[in-house]
């Protein structure tokens, strides 16, 4: 037989519920929380942080934008240089 190599002992927190909606096993017990992930704190930014924030998915969103833009360029040099030449 094997041994399990695993030695925890169950705290109680719950890490991934199993309890779904729609599964016969569904109790409904109300929302289940656990003290180690609050869920009603909400962390505020200051300005700085917030313009940072911006400023890093700007860039991110400039970054795709960029990559689309290249390719569709270089399928434009593509059909004009090569296959419609």
């Known amino acids: 037989m094997a041994k399990n190599k695993f030695d ?3 705290d109680g927190r719950i ?3 199993m309890n779904v909606d729609g599964m016969p096993w569904y109790l409904n017990h109300g929302k289940q929380s656990d003290e180690n992930f ?7 930014l200051t300005p700085s942080q917030r313009r940072a924030f911006m400023f890093g998915v700007l860039k991110a969103i400039l970054l795709i934008f ?3 833009f290249l390719v569709f360029f ?3 040099l593509f059909c004009s240089k090569v296959w419609f030449a």
């Open 74 to 76: 270089l399928f434009l």
């Open 38 to 44: 609050p869920s009603n704190v909400k962390e505020q």
């Open 15 to 17: 890490i991934a519920p």
């Open 66 to 68: 960029s990559v689309y």
């Open 8 to 10: 925890a002992e169950d």
